[in-house]
């Protein structure tokens, strides 16, 4: 399943100058942590290279993946449209895009996501191409889920 244009696009815009070497050991680093189920205090995606890591490799699969479970979701419901969203642990905004593509007409978005690094660039890559007003919101839910509004 191929990503939509523009979030390929702008993904190519943020690792089109990044060396593969060292995208290469983002990538080794992220995916240990994830196969490790690290639980160390530190966000995966806390750093820049960590988040381009995983834009070039775990982003398409993770797209795929929603977008295969929302359509089934469409097969089987198709009177269902949702209106809004909520995405906690947001990343980029995968599950965003994801259900922007099979439901262009969602009008609002709430996404939380604890990393800063991970939220700016999912911030970016929906400022001009996602329609639904978004609202992306800080916050660690387990550990601050009372203080989120």
Not at 119 to 135: N, Q, S
């Amino acid at each position: 399943m191929e990503l939509p244009v523009l979030l390929r696009q702008g993904v190519d815009r943020l690792l089109e100058q990044v060396p593969l070497p060292m995208l290469k050991q983002a990538a080794k680093t992220l995916s240990d942590r994830y196969r490790a189920e690290l639980r160390d205090g530190r966000l995966h995606m806390a750093e820049d290279m960590a988040v381009k890591a995983y834009l070039a490799t775990r982003l398409p699969a993770t797209y795929a993946a929603v977008r295969a479970s929302l359509h089934a979701v469409s097969e089987a419901r198709p009177d269902y449209a949702p209106r809004t969203l909520l995405d906690v642990g947001a990343g980029p905004g995968t599950v965003l895009w994801a259900t922007i593509n099979l439901w262009p007409d969602l009008e609002q978005a709430v996404l939380i996501e604890a990393g800063a690094a991970v939220r700016r660039v999912g911030e970016a890559l929906a400022a001009d191409a996602i329609t639904a007003r978004t609202a992306w919101r800080t916050g660690d839910v387990t550990i601050d889920l009372v203080d989120l509004e």
